[in-house]
Structures are given as C-alpha cells and as structure tokens.
C-alpha cells in the first residue's frame, strides 16, 4: 500500500479578525438545548468576546452578530494590537487547540422538551467565549482569517486520503 502524506501551511492574518457560528438551529446541545431562529434579536452589539466564559479575560468584541438561516454568525476581532492575552488566545486559535465557540446569556422564554433540555425562543445574549470544547458541537471558529479554513480543508484532505487507502 503506498503512503499518502498532506503538509499544510496556514497563514493568518496578523489584524486579529474571526467569525464563526455561535449556535446552530438545526440541533440540540450537549443537554438537549434547542434555541429557535430569532431567539437572537435583541442582540445589542458590541458583543463582548471573552475566552473561556472568564468575565477577566475579555479578548476582544464581536461585531456583528447575523441571524442567518442556519444559525447566528458572529464575526469580530481579537484585540491582538491592544491586549496581550488576545495575541496568545489568537495562537491558539491558529494552531487548531481553540476552535469553539461559547454563548453566555439570559434565559427569557423557553418550553421544556419531551427528551430533555429546553425549546429556547426568547433570550438575552450577554457574551460569546473561544473555548476548547463548547456545549453545541456545531458551534465553532469557522475563520481566523485563512487558518481555520485550511485546519479544515486539511481534515477534509486528510479523511479523503485515508479512504482511498483503504480502497487500494
């Protein structure tokens, strides 16, 4: 069986710009939460962006927040030039060992569900975290400008690759 090998090379931007997707509509959480498309829209911006829902450890803001379709999209930008904990959360962002995204907020309408967890339609956003590991699983750094992009396509390549060695 030949061996195939990927080398990938990622260059981020230096202005600290990121977006990703704060909650995906399309599933529940880790505990069964569900939050409904609207849910979002008293969203006041600035957002603040801390890391690890730590209120001591503001990072930098999310500017804009849009209700799309499939989810709130968040894009903002870590205060590399002005915080030194930013550059280092940026880092980490770049290397992959950051990819999540967390939301803090205020329960304000909501139904139980049958399976556990809740049907969120009403809620007050206070904060959005980059965390290791967030409670919704679709809920992650989609762009760190080209890094986060190319972590995936790499992973994209990467899976291909093993199934067509199998195949041979």
Do not use: C
Request: aromatic share 4%; glycine share 8%; net charge positive.
């Amino acid at each position: 069986m030949d061996r195939v090998y990927l080398e990938t090379k990622l260059d981020a931007s230096d202005d600290g710009s990121i977006e990703g997707f704060a909650w995906k509509y399309d599933q529940a959480d880790r505990i069964g939460d569900v939050i409904q498309k609207g849910a979002f829209s008293g969203t006041s911006l600035p957002l603040p962006m801390l890391f690890g829902h730590d209120q001591n450890d503001p990072v930098g803001t999310w500017d804009v927040a849009d209700d799309a379709a499939d989810g709130l999209r968040l894009k903002g930008r870590l205060l590399v030039n002005e915080v030194t904990r930013a550059r280092e959360v940026r880092a980490l962002v770049r290397s992959g060992a950051v990819r999540g995204i967390s939301i803090g907020f205020r329960t304000k309408k909501m139904t139980p569900r049958s399976r556990g967890g809740r049907t969120i339609t009403e809620l007050e956003l206070l904060e959005a975290s980059l965390v290791t590991i967030p409670m919704h699983p679709g809920a992650q750094v989609t762009s760190a400008k080209t890094a986060v992009r190319a972590l995936t396509l790499a992973a994209s390549l990467q899976r291909a690759t093993a199934q067509l060695a199998r195949r041979n």
